[in-house]
Nanobody, 129 residues
Framework: GVRLVESGGGSVQAGGSLRLACVAS??????????MGWFRQEPGKEREGVVT???????RHADSVKGRFTISRDIAKNTLWLQMNSLKPEDTAMYYC?????????????????????WGQGTQVTVSS
């Protein structure tokens, strides 16, 4: 089956940076209909979309992270990345990697968790002021 494993979380001060990684197995990033994304969730709150990437590399960012977070992928390593710069205390959350199929050219997944069928276990990011 599909397995997604996140890493790279940790504790940083406001203004710092972190780079999250998501290694996929049983799921090929360059599969014709593959799309992925990063989501985050605070305790007691709904999971929210951070950024998604479509089959052709187009991206959709949440307004709160535009200009600070960048999604990228290394197909050879079957790895999805999330570069997070200028971190703020409000970025503190558990970050999840997500994947789905059924993505045709030009389709960009919405920042909605229901749009994704595969999830990792998450990695904690804590930003202190």
């Amino acid at each position: 089956g599909v397995r997604l494993v996140e890493s790279g979380g940790g504790s940083v001060q406001a203004g710092g940076s972190l780079r999250l990684a998501c290694v996929a197995s049983g799921y090929t990033l360059n599969y014709a209909y593959a799309c992925m994304g990063w989501f985050r969730q605070e305790p007691g709150k709904e999971r929210e979309g951070v950024v998604t990437i479509g089959r052709d590399g187009n991206t959709r960012h949440a307004d709160s992270v535009k200009g600070r977070f960048t999604i990228s992928r290394d197909i050879a390593k079957n790895t999805l990345w999330l570069q997070m710069n200028s971190l703020k205390p409000e970025d503190t959350a558990m970050y999840y990697c997500a994947a789905r199929t059924g993505c045709s050219n030009g389709f960009l997944p919405p920042l909605q968790s229901w749009s994704f069928g595969y999830w990792g276990q998450g990695t904690q990011v804590t930003v202190s002021s």
